[in-house]
């Protein structure tokens, strides 16, 4: 097939690379003149193991290419595939700006004697591909000359090349058998269970997805807030619960909550469209509330650990939202970093991929440097490096001894057997 890819975020650009990796022709769009040049170059824009190289085969191949030039592509391909941000507004309303514009830039490039099959990849509210579709019509076109099909993706950020070599499933919303079969085709070297359904359907699939694993989260961190007031262990009790197959052991780490741009995005979209419709979505208000609250709760137990937090040095390891990524958006490490520095604690940080884009704390490019004469160190992301850490030599760089782990990755004894102060809410 011959595929354009509107949009060279994290979802357009890695299905555009894997698409062309299968043998269609691909192109995507993006009107980042210095994102397109770069990536036209062969340098990969995102932190993702294994993208870049992909990405420069097959730019050698000639199978894959950027462009800003978004209406020379609408008019060569006959496959559209939707990649734009849809980020959340200040109601928690969905802002549909970027697929208004895409809706437009597709009538003005599509001609009267042309079809197209449009594939909405972004994250919509439920009745977006009936929006979408009602656009189209209104635009004067002929309805017959339109096929919109709501395939919505579920990439892990970090093992996204992984997830869409081996998708647990394929979503398909669309109003005709024929295009659960244009799909199969399109992503015909994938081994997955296919679930066609109604447009609409397919949307609350994704946000039922995401709103599942925040309140996963949410949960895990309000029963550590319960170990904490008994001295029970959060650890064991997330190992015994995840062993039951009815709840699995996947995102039940208690930790400073969830963030990254999707998942506090997608919650309030989903609250929003509920109460649209007159539902009120208590849950998904409960499951921010915790989310919300939980980097005070971290900060409140340092202070009962180490006392008054004005002018310590505090070193925090972890700048990106999770492991593996360089992803700093809605980062629960800067929400802590902000009320540290609100409690006057002279603050450094180290990230192995993530760029530090706040003024309020001084970034080292070494790990060990950073924690110089630190009397506190925090994890704040979950990186291997951070779990693997020497802690002889944190303990012989660091001034004094406390090692906060705000995210219940470490092995305490490890910590505990360099002459260093293990702390953890929920840790009994």
């Known amino acids: 097939m011959n595929i354009c890819v ?6 357009g650009l890695t299905t555009g690379t894997v698409l062309s990796h299968f043998g269609h022709d691909v192109t995507c769009v993006d009107i980042d003149s210095q994102k397109v040049d770069a990536l036209n170059n062969g340098v990969c824009i995102i932190h993702e193991d294994g993208l870049e190289s992909m990405l420069q085969k097959q ?6 290419e950027f462009s800003t030039d978004i209406h020379k592509h609408l008019q060569r391909n006959a496959v559209i595939l939707v990649a734009v941000g849809t980020p959340a507004s200040a109601t928690g309303k969905t802002d549909l700006t970027y697929i208004d514009q895409v809706i437009e830039n597709i009538t003005l490039s599509t001609q009267d004697d042309e079809k197209k099959t449009i594939i909405i990849k972004s994250t919509v509210p439920p009745g977006t591909n009936e929006y979408i579709q009602t656009r189209l019509i209104e635009s004067g076109k ?4 339109f096929t919109v099909i709501s395939n919505p993706e579920f990439l892990r950020e970090g093992t996204a090349l992984y997830d869409l070599l081996n998708p647990d499933k394929v979503v398909v919303g669309g109003r005709n058998p024929l295009e659960l079969e244009f799909i199969r085709k399109m992503y015909a070297y994938l081994p997955s269970e296919y679930f066609f359904t109604s447009p609409v359907t397919a949307e609350l699939i994704k946000y039922a997805s995401n709103a599942f694993l925040a309140t996963k989260i949410s949960f895990i961190n309000e029963l550590q807030r319960i170990c904490e007031a008994y001295k029970g262990d959060i650890s064991v009790v997330a190992e ?3 062993c039951d197959p009815r709840i699995g052991p996947h995102f039940l780490k208690a930790g400073l909550g969830y963030g ?3 998942l506090p995005k997608d919650i309030q979209s989903l609250s929003h469209a509920a109460t649209v419709k007159g539902v009120v979505p208590s849950l998904l208000y409960s499951v921010e509330r915790v989310n919300n609250s939980q980097v005070d709760m971290y900060i409140d137990f340092l202070e009962k650990e180490a006392g008054d937090l004005n002018h310590r040095k505090i070193t925090v390891w972890g700048l990106a939202f999770k492991s593996n990524t360089d992803d700093t958006r809605d980062s629960p490490s800067y929400r802590l970093i902000k009320r540290l520095n609100e409690k006057g604690a002279i ?13 309020i704390v001084r970034t080292s490019k070494d790990q060990y440097e950073s924690i110089k004469d630190a009397d506190i160190l925090i994890i704040a992301t979950d990186w291997m490096d951070f779990i693997e850490a020497d802690w002889t030599k944190v303990k012989a760089e660091m001034n004094g001894s406390i090692i906060m782990d705000a995210r219940n990755c470490l092995n305490p004894s490890d910590v505990r057997s360099a002459g260093l102060n293990y702390v953890a809410p929920g840790i009994g």
């Open 240 to 242: 015994a619960i995840g």
């Open 347 to 359: 603050l450094t940080a180290y990230d192995p991929a993530a760029v530090n884009k706040s003024k």
């Open 6 to 11: 509107i949009g060279c975020g994290y979802v």
């Open 142 to 145: 002929r309805k017959d000359r």
């Open 59 to 64: 730019l050698q191949k000639g199978t894959l």
């Open 260 to 262: 990254g741009y999707c």
